[in-house]
């Protein structure tokens, strides 16, 4: 009897001291929960009537903006008619390989896109809108749908595809209001922004940030001849062709293309600066075209080491690095080796910059070139033509038809060239049919001497082109033997 006493105490005494143990344990953990600090903690009750203000106005600003703008703003969905080869089979034969026909069928399928424009002009009961030469492709079928929701439709005016921007027409017989076109040359890192358009399909969406970065080059398709504004604004698919616009509700850039590793904004969307597209909409209302100036160079952009073979100071500017024969360069004394610094007295901050500019040019129209040639600087006057797309394909009469690469010392090793006595330059990109080809050039041929006189770098090359007069000829090394070219005699 007094063993089972003595084991209920023990139990009811270690019993005692564990539920003391637990109760401490759980009045310590409600202790702790009762002074955790959540984050509205030490948060004013009310919010500052300066604060309250100050977001009222941001937010009225806001509001009254997207209204001046979104009236002009339009989506445009197209249709095209798209061609695919589709293979004949003999059956059974070709299932193993035997009597395969080459031939096909064609087959055409409709393809639908969408994309976003603004409203620029109006003549008449016509209204165009502004937008993306992709966003138009070769549409076969185009509709605009206007702010009001009410569909149009839409007739292709001119595409240019160097500047990736169409024109679209459509009649209509109420007031529409017309977007403002600002000065895209005013903007500035830091500046606020707001895009417009269709973005993933979601018509008249509006999107804010900041401009990122001015004067970027580059794009999905190298040939365009823009640069562009970088900006953090959400720009994605739908968005092209629709407008960038600044705090004052005008226009200064068209919404273009993004970089993306996923297909959607990831902070950097890219705009066609608005003043390199104003005159293209006169053009294309007055032409069904774009007429560009034609100068008929071939340019390159330089950097340093570039520069000082050439012994140029000038921080920017374009190289002439080849001319078309007979082309406004040609007659106007334009010479492969000069480095062009200013246009009409503005200074020429990339080759871009100058192709943008040239192009704006009217045909008839004489311009001012000021030109580095073998260190001294010089003005030339030259009548610009209207490009001709003929004449610019034409690599015949591309002169010298090579471009010249600086024989570096990496350059030597590379070709296991001896890096102390061999000098020259390195011929580079031959195209087809030009005299470089009638002389018997080939890519990596080391050019030492021109009309028998020697070279040693860029700049003495360009120096001994440039007075060689009407008959040129170069000695050349190629794979350790010297020849001489034959005879190119010029016009």
């Not at 018997?440 to 030492?448: P, W």
Request: hydrophobic share 35%; proline share 3%.
């Amino acid at each position: 009897m007094k063993k089972k006493v003595s084991s209920l105490f023990v139990f009811l005494f270690f019993f005692i001291i564990f539920f003391a143990f637990t109760s401490a344990r759980c009045s310590s953990s409600n202790n702790a929960i009762t002074r955790t600090a959540y984050a509205s903690t030490g948060v004013a009750s009310t919010i500052s009537p300066n604060s309250v203000s100050f977001l009222e106005q941001l937010q009225t600003a806001n509001r009254e903006l997207a209204a001046f703008v979104l009236p002009s703003v339009v989506t445009i969905t197209v249709v095209e008619t798209r061609t695919v080869q589709t293979p004949q089979f003999n059956f059974p034969f070709d299932l193993f390989g035997f009597g395969q026909n080459e031939e096909s069928n064609s087959r055409e399928y409709e393809a639908e896109g969408l994309g976003s424009g603004f409203i620029v002009r109006k003549k008449g009961n016509t209204y165009y809108v502004l937008t993306n030469q992709h966003v138009i492709g070769s549409a076969t079928n185009i509709t605009i749908v206007l702010n009001n929701g009410e569909h149009v439709s839409g007739k292709l005016v001119g595409t240019d595809s160097r500047k990736d921007i169409a024109l679209v027409s459509f009649e209509y017989t109420e007031m529409l209001p017309l977007i403002n076109l600002g000065d895209s040359d005013t903007v500035r890192v830091g500046d606020v922004v707001f895009a417009f358009g269709a973005p993933m399909g979601y018509e008249a969406s509006v999107t804010s940030g900041i401009i990122s970065a001015v004067g970027r080059s580059g794009g999905p398709d190298r040939q365009n001849i823009n640069d562009f504004l970088q900006t953090d604004t959400a720009i994605n698919q739908g968005n092209s062709g629709g407008p960038l616009v600044n705090i004052y509700g005008e226009v200064i850039g068209i919404n273009n293309w993004i970089a993306s590793s996923s297909g959607g904004s990831m902070g950097l969307g890219f705009s066609i600066p608005i003043n390199n597209v104003k005159k293209a909409i006169d053009d294309f209302i007055d032409y069904g075209e774009v007429k560009y100036g034609w100068l008929g160079v071939q340019l390159q952009e330089t950097n340093n080491e570039l520069k000082d073979q050439l012994g140029i100071s000038q921080k920017t500017g374009a190289l002439v690095v080849q001319t078309f024969i007979d082309s406004p360069a040609y007659k106007g004394g334009l010479m492969p080796g000069d480095f062009i610094i200013k246009l009409n007295g503005k200074t020429v901050d990339t080759y871009n910059s100058l192709t943008r500019d040239v192009g704006d040019l009217l045909a008839g129209e004489t311009a001012h070139f000021t030109i580095i040639r073998n260190g001294n600087e010089m003005e030339l006057p030259i009548k610009i033509n209207s490009r001709d797309e003929t004449i610019v394909s034409d690599s015949s009469k591309l002169w010298p038809g090579f471009s010249a690469y600086p024989l570096t010392d990496s350059i030597k090793k590379q070709l296991k060239l001896n890096t102390k006595t061999t000098s020259g330059v390195l011929v580079t990109e031959i195209q087809t049919k030009t005299p470089a080809v009638s002389m018997g050039l080939q890519n990596y041929d080391i050019i030492t001497k021109i009309n028998d006189k020697p070279i040693s770098n860029l700049k003495d090359f360009y120096a001994r082109l440039s007075e060689a007069g009407k008959e040129i000829w170069f000695e050349i090394e190629r794979k350790g033997e010297t020849f001489s070219t034959i005879r190119y005699k010029m016009k």
